[in-house]
């Protein structure tokens, strides 16, 4: 950082960004209250700093050139470090003031978040926090640039050391199916060989925790009926029809499902990704967000883990 900023101006590092986000150097011109000569001049200015050209530019507008998509990596980083700063100071100065955002999986959503917000808006609540609902990997360059505070949901099994990694809780799946689902008495994967399924995609892989199941039993795969992108529209879809679906056992002990979705109680185990909690290893959080991180440790300590049939063990995979 310090070696760009010797090379540049912060003004030329704000105008890039904003060309950038805005598409045009008229739009950023725009957006800023600024003369366009003069951000494009402070554009060039910096491409003759860098020795390299940042855009390509044409008549319906600019894009940028791929060491100008690294280089615009880096610099939104910056742009969240010095915003973090300035909030942490306010923070340590007690006016409680600037933003957190956090990206969380639907498992941390539904179990973890509805009480650690509860807490935060209470301590912090002038502190705007965003909550982006997303999986590591669509997240992951984000949160390493410093955009997003943490991460809340599953993670893969090898992770960059640029990241700390806590587990906050083991998890399991469930099937489901609607209230008085002709196989809601079904007590094992082979009595579900014959039933339509839907599957939920993440990150652009579909059902492939159903089909791990049902392979590792020896059953044939079932191929989903329905794909969805949502817990909402998976909810739609399952209530009004006779697919199933497998699920974290979290969303069928959520309030907002147990009147509408219905475990089927087969006796074979579906261990789920455990939850953890990512943030990156080099730099701190703000203290609102280093609060908000401490609610949902809160919130896991206090999960009442499932019982009844049927009993799902902890997953023994590794964070």
């Not at 704000?14 to 554009?43: C, Y």
């Not at 973090?84 to 306010?90: N, Q, S, V, Y």
């Not at 587990?167 to 199916?177: E, N, T, Y």
């Not at 009004?240 to 219905?262: H, I, N």
Request: proline share 6%; glycine share 6%; hydrophobic share 45%.
């Amino acid at each position: 950082m310090n070696q760009l900023l010797s090379i540049t101006k912060l003004s030329a590092l704000r105008d890039f960004l904003e060309v950038v986000e805005r598409g045009s150097l008229r739009a950023a011109a725009r957006q800023l209250g600024t003369a366009q000569p003069t951000i494009s001049r402070n554009i060039r200015e910096l491409e003759r700093k860098l020795d390299l050209e940042l855009f390509e530019r044409s008549a319906t507008g600019t894009q940028l050139t791929e060491l100008g998509k690294v280089f615009y990596g880096r610099v939104k980083g910056v742009q969240a470090e010095l915003q973090r700063a300035h909030d942490e100071l306010e923070q340590l100065r007690g006016n409680g003031q600037g933003s957190v955002r956090v990206a969380l999986s639907s498992v941390a959503q539904i179990t973890l978040l509805p009480g650690a917000m509860a807490a935060f808006r209470k301590r912090y609540p002038k502190v705007k926090l965003e909550i982006i609902d997303g999986m590591f990997a669509r997240i992951e360059s984000e949160l390493r640039n410093g955009v997003i505070d943490c991460y809340v949901g599953p993670v893969p099994q090898q992770i960059s050391s640029d990241f700390r990694v806590e587990k906050l809780f083991d998890s399991s799946h469930v099937i489901v199916g609607r209230k008085n689902h002709p196989l809601a008495r079904a007590r094992s994967l082979s009595d579900l060989a014959e039933a339509e399924w839907a599957s939920i995609v993440i990150s652009g892989s579909v059902g492939s925790d159903l089909a791990a199941l049902f392979a590792h039993h020896g059953l044939p795969v079932p191929q989903p009926a329905v794909k969805v992108h949502s817990a909402l529209s998976m909810m739609l879809v399952v209530f009004q029809s006779d697919l199933l679906m497998l699920v974290p056992l979290s969303w069928v002990q959520s309030p907002l499902w147990t009147d509408t979705l219905v475990p089927i109680p087969i006796d074979e185990i579906a261990p789920a990704p455990a939850i953890c909690m990512v943030r990156r290893s080099a730099l701190p959080l703000t203290p609102a967000a280093e609060h908000f991180c401490d609610m949902m440790r809160r919130g896991a300590s206090h999960l009442d883990l499932p019982t009844g049939k049927p009993a799902p063990r902890r997953s023994t995979k590794k964070s």
